[in-house]
């Protein structure tokens, strides 16, 4: 086993990026709400493509808290 694997739990990383997280968690409500917009709209009418985009995009922004704490999580040393 590595030195990597050794260093999985980063305490401090987590507590770090924790108030980030949680801006990024009301981004990703907006995103949430945005998605079944997007998905609904994108559905009843076939030239509301550009909706699926913004649906995408609202996916990524749902992502995003778990993005950020694994981010800070990785800058932080054992």
Partial sequence: ??????CQCR??????GLPFAILALALSLIGAVIWIIGSV??????CFVCCARLA???????????????????QIPC
Avoid: T
């Avoid at 305490?11 to 770090?16: A, E, I, Q, R, V």
């Fill in 1 to 6: 086993m590595g030195h990597e694997d050794e």
């Fill in 41 to 46: 709209l994108s559905c009843l009418c076939p």
């Fill in 56 to 74: 995408n995009l609202a996916v990524d922004l749902i992502k995003m808290p778990i993005k950020v704490i694994r981010c800070f999580i990785e």
């Fill in 11 to 16: 305490p401090l990383g987590f507590l770090l």
